[in-house]
């Protein structure tokens, strides 16, 4: 058997990135997501025919349209349907935003 947990119940102040390839169980565990604090990580997540659903669940907790990007799957012949999705980071004043963004002029944004 194997062990899970539940996004909601990670702390995340003391996560930078999230990878998920869970093989279509990543709308599900979207789904389940609550906390509006997880648009300041970044999600890297391969979609499995489920990217509507990814991208709906990623707005719903805070992401802006324009801080997510559908990467289409390298090797799609082997993968049809699949792409990766990245949702950046939204910056805040509750994660460090080390050194970039408008808390710091003469610094230019890194994406």
């Not at 058997?1 to 119940?9: A, C, F, Q, R």
């Not at 709308?27 to 990217?51: G, K, P, S, Y």
Request: charged share 20%; with cysteine; proline share 5%.
């Amino acid at each position: 058997m194997v062990k899970t947990i539940d996004l909601d119940s990670l702390k995340t102040s003391k996560i930078d990135v999230v990878k998920m390839d869970v093989e279509g169980g990543e709308a599900a565990i979207l789904d389940a997501v609550q906390n509006r604090d997880w648009r300041f990580v970044t999600f890297l997540i391969e979609c499995h025919n489920t990217e509507v659903a990814v991208l709906a669940n990623l707005q719903r907790i805070g992401f802006a349209e324009s801080h997510l990007q559908k990467i289409p799957h390298p090797y799609q012949q082997a993968h049809p349907g699949h792409c990766w999705i990245l949702a950046r980071a939204m910056r805040s004043l509750k994660k460090p935003t080390y050194g970039y963004g408008p808390h710091f002029p003469s610094a230019t944004s890194a994406f």
